[in-house]
């Protein structure tokens, strides 16, 4: 492989000449006030660029040191950045590429450089194609060692065995292993790329138009929202969080004055409130988990809080097995009635786990996610990781945040708080053809021959608007 480090602009300038595709890839290490905290290196407001690795041709790459603590840097800093800006990230006549590249557009805005198309996402492109012969790969199949190493059957160097405990910034940049860990990334990036688009033009020309049009905008702007955030009234939310905690005391009063003292836990689902349901009242298993166990989930409660508001049961002993003649099974009588005394019961459950989903997943949930830099929320922005092609989000999960309209959420993430409303375009991902190591396509007949529609964010990057319907 001709990988080798540059020091000068002049070198880089010489090594991306005339290329019209160029892959990139940042490595990133923890500022000093943040360097023991843990996963700080993915944190564009914790972190700085320790280097850039470029590759333009298969089989050679280029590593341009800018932050490393030991060995040489690069020379003249900003002009490089300024000549980069001008000439390759916002140059609309080179496709910017990169593996994850919301990542490289969070660090890139932190510059205050904004990504130009034409971009291409690589993770994108890999979870348009089938992993088997009946589904397309996730988002856990798609890292570019798992993807090289089933394209290529190339095993590429692991972090821990480059950088081990240290962050990457410590490394010296004009050894080996550091040169081949950062040009690697940067050179198979750019064979994944030929290869998937090989792939495309050969069985699926639409979906190379999707990852190109839709899918690698789309990412430049998780970066861009990830790297924005959510702002977060962190008075409030404690405010919030001990009137929370005030309600959920009370009807865990209320519910013990009917049970006794019965516990029924964070989520009123113990076994021991189950056995208080379903033995001692003799209420119904409306509901089995996976495993045949007896649920109470909310659909079981709203379930069973139906049944006792239109069942009837016998008056003298509550049982609630009938003869044909309209006697009880157990006792004998003839006088019925139905268990509407249970309805508050199950109205306090409902309203108890609401106000402890409310705690758990929005308050403190968030709370703990607030980052120690900005005071804000940054979540992991996934645009392809549901069936449905919605966006959905974790460390916290936003997508399902209590907010007044819509739009709250998403022009939380836009410095200037304004979105503008659009209808999005629709992605189809249709059954095709299997990818091979050598990219040759096996014919495959997919379970949904129509495909299925998916809906996705896409927007035009570098003037801040987000697209996005209701």
Known sequence: MDYKPIYTLAALQEYLQGAVHITFDFETAPTDQYRAEEKAALDAHKTQIAGISFSVTEGSGVYL??????????????????????????????????????????????????????????????????????????????????????????????YSDTVGDCPFDELNPSDKKTVNYACADADYTLRVYHLLNGWFDRFLPKHRFIVEKVESPTAVYVGLMRYNGLPVDRALMSKKGTEAEIRLEQLRREIAFIIGDIPIGANASTAAFKRYLFDRLSLPKVKQTKKENDALDDEAIILLKEWCAGANCCANCRSHSFTLVNCCANCGSHSFTNRSDLVPLFDLVQEYRRVGKMKSTYIDGYMKHINSATGRLHPDMLPLATETGRFASRSPNCQNMPRSSPQATYRSFRPDGQARQQNRPRRTRRPGRRIDLQGRGGHHRGPDQHGDQRTHKSGAVGNWQLTMNN
């Open 65 to 158: 040191p800018l932050a490393h603590l030991a060995g040489q840097n690069a020379a003249d800093q900003p002009a490089i950045w300024q000549w980069l800006t001008e000439h390759v990230f916002t140059n609309p006549a080179i496709t910017k590429i990169a593996h994850n590249l919301a990542f490289e557009s969070a660090f890139l805005c932190s510059r205050g450089v904004i990504l130009q198309e034409p971009v291409y996402d690589t993770i994108a492109a890999a979870q348009l194609i089938y992993k088997g012969e009946k589904e397309f790969r996730q988002l856990s199949d798609c890292g570019l060692k798992t993807l090289v190493k089933d394209f290529f059957e190339v095993e590429l160097p692991s």
